[in-house]
């Protein structure tokens, strides 16, 4: 979402914390005010309903608390709180990528638009969201996209 997200880059400070507050996430620098949702099985069973994102870039990041991660493909992880479970981002296995954060973890994050949702023809009956963003099937996203999480077991 990229290209989608550039009128929506920022640059300044964000607190975020998992549920028990014992990992807590700053983010001070640059990030998009804009929340990707992604409807990808692996997304959806992640977060156990529907999944969006917002981007910030890696030096911006700043964790304390006991996490641990997940590598739920061989190019991307998953990483959340050992404590009490709350998942806190999604990332690609390269040193610059963005970290795609969990939004609810953020209350600043709650007036984030929806800019971008993929495998939309994958979206649960509950998953079903209204406005003009950006949609692209699971056919037209991997079409695009050589390294993706697909939506296999
Ligand atoms: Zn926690
Ligand atoms: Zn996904």
């Known amino acids: 979402m990229s290209d ?31 929340v990707g949702v992604c409807h990808c099985r692996k997304c959806r069973v992640w977060s156990g309903t529907i999944t969006g994102y917002f981007l910030a870039k890696p030096e911006a990041v700043h964790v304390e608390g006991p996490t641990k ?35 609810a973890l953020f209350p600043a994050a709650d007036s984030f638009p929806v800019i971008s949702e993929i495998y939309c023809d994958r979206a649960p009956a509950y998953g079903q969201l209204k406005g003009d963003h950006k ?14 999480e697909g939506d296999t077991p």
């Open 4 to 34: 989608l997200a550039a009128p929506y880059r920022r640059t300044g400070r964000l607190d975020g914390a998992c549920l028990c507050g014992g990992t807590r996430i700053r983010v001070d620098g640059d990030y998009v005010a804009a």
């Open 69 to 103: 991660t997940y590598a739920s493909t061989p190019f991307a992880s998953r990483t959340f709180c050992e404590v009490c479970g709350t998942n806190l981002w999604l990332r690609n296995n390269k040193d610059d990528a963005e970290y795609e954060l969990m939004p």
């Open 135 to 148: 949609r692209a099937t699971q056919a037209q996203y991997e079409a695009n996209n050589p390294f993706v």
